[in-house]
């Protein structure tokens, strides 16, 4: 596991309140919506606040948002080629 | 089960980004002359950025206009009902403790929170602000309305989001005709704040540009600020005191969504309820409805599932009714919606005209469904209003010419 | 044409382990603070993790109360929810409100801003349910609980056959006690729970709480009491005439009352009303009270029909509660009246 995946995962728990997981149970390919973690709409736009507050990415269409949270794994990589 | 005495509006008033009473509203949109803007008034980093249906009148003039003294701590919610109430008191020519019961039903979201995101601070270090304290929760608006209008035997006050005007006519209808009520004033305000501004912005469904309802590009909603009231009363009373109805409440529904907090189901579960409601209610099929007032924010979702939700009762694109949303002339006023757009859809029946639906150049390509693109002149008996809210709470209000 | 409703079950979170299974206010748990917190029972118990991490306090408390009715009254699922708040969510839109002013123009996180929304506990309830029918929310200061249950009559008298969601729900700020600190409402000296009623010390006690119930126009073996009228008058110049001609309308004399429930809670200020009432239309009637045990928000109202309902099942008033000597022999007929800082009265009617 990567020290950004790691990073990614603690920040995914705090942010959405998902105070009965540790940074162990998250795989890096579980799905994070639908059949996977099961999060919603709400989560996906707290995940855009989070991408541009810890890395500066500002994502403008919420749309863009469902590839880039497919997993913990799909967000590193966007982040490691966009982050300013 | 309750009888269904004829419910006789008798009154209404509202003031918006289109006019300061009905006459004006309605001058706006035979005109296509829509409201939206830039923000003049709020203090807030979106001034430049995103546009809104303001009111052209600030808070000192409206205390003005009401004959208030700088000394009474009023919102900026609070004043515009007041305008707007007093117009349809007014328009319905009563006093009240003529002998009548007559209740109030307000509604809100904003509440007081124009005053308490302004003074959040300075309520603790300075005692100029601080009569506004007691001015935060959304029931006051409705007492300090009650006291000033001199209606006491029955007050309070709805908020369901985007639904809470129409379920305020709602009640007062079911009052009437539980026999609690003879008379009552109902509708909702809603002032543009920094509050809903930025919290609509972080939902991401705020449009960039003018709003375009039911248009396949929509990118989302404009707020706006309004307030609207009806008078309802049993149409026995308002014969008895020699007054003639502007038209009739003949159906109205409620029904819940159960699907997200914020967001619509897609085929519109909730919306399809309430209209079915509504058609229930009035004993009337789909058919009969001459022209449906939508919802229609821009929202992505919201047009998705109210159009899916018109599909369903419909059948076809073809067989819909002439249809639109005014919200590009208004902006989305929140509480106030239901109100304002009931004035809008009695307007529609007492002209026989149906308003354009403006901004809007390409139908969503899942739905195929058009709106009323130009005025239109139509012979309307019966018109449906639509008003869906957060927490899946949508509502729908059926206003006919005459009752049967 | 608005018939009585029956109610089959109910649940309560407070300040007091109402909650509990079996508690009946024979202890009262006591604070020496203000504002003063609901106790927290498991709400795991009921609400899946996914679901409860976004729950604000309102919103748990909501979901708890209403599942201990639902289990009550032995049902799964409700046709209507019918609720009242009088300040809705209120930690949230702090929340958003700090948030904004702080960082307005930078990424604002929407939850706060969702959860504001005064409907959110009935949302959360028809979720949780899958209830899509009727759902309303009532924000009207100390009458907010009132309107709910005013609806909850007329909607079962229109729809005999179907069961409603009932209850009403306020929750404690942080920023805002401080402003009605500012604004006079909260007592400082005297501030304990159970409150003394001497008439000596102004303000209230500000707590939290839930009180749900089931209501139906269907009697059964397992109902609890019944509502026969409720009515509210924000400003009332003569609160016994304003009672009487309830009591005279719903041919009712003070003579055919058990009890009455008053809701005084410490504030020399306004408790005299319930001096006086106690003193004359209500002197040979068991007079009980509930705010000093359970501190005062908006929809308190609805903890003192929670009692009421007890005190049906146990017949019998707890010595906590009761503010006088008079003892009765039997409990079927109890008055509630109340009112808050002088405003908001209400009175409502219930039968065993």
């Known amino acids: 596991m990567s020290e950004l995946t790691q990073e990614l995962k603690a920040k995914i728990i705090t942010q ?17 919506f639908g059949d996977g973690l099961g999060l919603d709409s709400i989560d996906a736009l707290e995940l855009i606040v989070m991408l541009d507050k810890s890395y500066g990415i500002k994502l403008s269409d919420p749309k863009e948002g469902r590839k880039v949270f497919e997993t913990v794994q799909t967000m590193a990589d966007f982040i490691e080629a966009n982050r300013k | ?27 706006s949109l035979v005109a296509s002359k829509h409201g939206i803007g830039p923000i003049t008034q709020l203090d807030t980093y979106h001034r430049g950025r995103l546009l809104v249906g303001e009111i052209p009148i600030g808070n000192a003039e409206l205390y003005d206009r009401l004959h208030l003294s700088p000394e009474v701590a009023c919102t900026r919610s609070t004043l515009l009902a007041l305008l707007a109430a007093k117009e349809a008191m007014e328009a319905a020519a009563f006093q009240p403790g003529d002998g009548y019961r007559t209740g109030l039903i307000s509604a809100t979201t904003v509440g007081g929170m124009d005053a308490t995101e302004q003074y959040y601070d300075d309520y603790l270090i300075s ?44 009640l007062g209808a079911r009052m009437i005709r539980a026999g609690l009520l003879d008379r009552v004033l109902v509708g909702g305000t809603d002032c543009l704040s920094r509050f809903t501004i930025n919290g609509f912005n972080s939902l991401m469904i705020y449009t960039d540009s003018h709003c375009r309802p039911f248009d396949e590009n929509r990118n989302g909603l404009n707020l706006g600020e309004a307030a609207a009231y009806l008078v309802l009363e049993a149409a026995e009373v308002a014969k008895r005191r020699g007054k003639s109805p502007i038209a009739y409440l003949t159906g109205y529904g409620n029904a819940n969504d159960a699907f997200h907090q914020t967001a619509s189901s897609d085929n519109g579960e909730g919306a399809y309820l309430a209209m079915r409601k509504a058609l229930e209610t009035a004993r009337l099929n789909p058919t009969d409805i001459d022209y449906v007032n939508a919802h229609g924010t821009a929202t992505p979702n919201n047009d998705l599932a109210e159009g899916n939700a018109l599909l369903r009762i419909y059948g ?62 139509k012979k309307i008996a019966h018109v449906l209003s639509n008003s869906f809210g957060f927490g899946g709470n949508c509502s729908t209000l059926l206003f006919s010419k005459d009752h049967d | 044409m608005i018939k009585p409703i029956y109610i089959h079950g109910s649940g309560c979170i407070s300040i007091q382990p109402t909650f509990e299974a079996g508690y009946f206010f024979d202890a009262l748990t006591s604070y020496a603070q203000n504002p003063v917190p609901a106790l927290d029972p498991d709400y795991k118990a009921f609400i899946p993790a996914l679901q409860l991490r976004r729950m604000n306090k309102s919103m748990r408390m909501a979901l708890f109360a209403s599942r ?52 959110m506990a009935a949302a959360a309830l028809a979720l949780s349910l899958g209830c ?95 509502v026969l009228a409720v009515e509210t008058r924000l400003e009332v110049d003569n609160p016994p005439a304003f009672i009487a001609e309830f009591l005279q309308r719903n041919g009712v004399s003070t003579d055919a009352l058990d009890a009455v429930m008053l809701g005084c809670n410490g504030d020399a200020r306004y408790d005299g009303i319930y001096r006086t009432l106690g003193d004359t239309l209500f002197a040979d009637l068991p007079q009980v009270a509930f ?11 609805a903890a003192a029909l929670f009692l009421v309902l007890g005190i049906f099942q146990h017949q019998h008033i707890p010595q906590t509660l009761l503010l006088n000597e008079v003892s009765s022999r039997t409990l079927q007929r109890i008055l509630i009246y109340t009112q808050r800082r002088g405003q908001n009265h209400s009175v409502i009617l219930v039968e065993k």
């Open chain 1, 16 to 32: 959405l309140n998902l105070e009965d997981l540790t940074v162990d149970d998250l795989d890096d390919h579980t799905p994070l």
């Open chain 3, 132 to 226: 899509k029918g009727y759902n309303m929310t009532y924000v009207n200061n100390a009458n907010s609980f009132e309107s709910a249950l005013l609806d909850s009559l007329i909607y079962l008298a229109e729809h005999p056959t179907e069961t409603v969601l009932l209850g009403g729900v306020d929750e404690l700020g942080e920023r805002t006690p401080q402003f009605w600190d500012i604004a006079g409402y909260l007592k400082h000296e005297g501030a304990e729970i159970p409150t003394p009623l001497d008439d000596r010390t102004p303000g209230e006690i500000a707590a939290e709480g839930a009180i749900f119930f089931i209501a139906s126009q269907q009697q059964s073996y397992q109902t609890l009491g019944k």
């Open chain 2, 127 to 170: 005692e100029k602000h601080q009569p506004f304290i007691q001015t935060h929760p959304c029931g006051y608006a409705a007492e300090q309305m009650g006291r000033y209008l001199g209606i006491s035997d029955f007050v309070t006050t709805i908020s369901t989001a985007c639904s809470s005007a129409a379920n305020a006519i709602m």
């Open chain 3, 291 to 301: 705010k000093h045990a359970l501190g005062e928000y908006d929809t308190v109202v």
């Open chain 2, 316 to 377: 076809s694109a073809s067989a819909l009714p002439a249809f639109s949303s005014t919200k590009a002339f208004t902006g989305h006023t929140l509480a106030a919606a239901g109100a304002i757009e009931a004035v809008f859809s009695l307007l529609a029946l007492q002209h026989q005209v149906v308003f354009p639906n403006l901004n809007f150049s390409q139908p969503i390509a899942s739905l195929g469904i058009i709106p009323q693109t130009e005025l239109r002149e």
């Open chain 2, 1 to 27: 089960m309750i009888p269904t005495a004829p419910i006789a509006i008798t009154g209404m008033g509202a003031i918006s980004a289109i006019g300061n009473h009905v006459t004006e509203n309605f001058r």
């Open chain 3, 68 to 119: 201990l009715a639902m289990q009550e009254a032995g049902i799964t699922a409700v046709d209507a929810v019918i609720t009242g708040s009088g300040l809705g969510c209120l930690r949230d839109s702090e929340r958003f409100v700090e948030h904004l002013r702080a960082e307005e123009g930078s990424s604002l996180n929407p939850t706060p801003f969702i959860q504001s929304t005064h409907n």
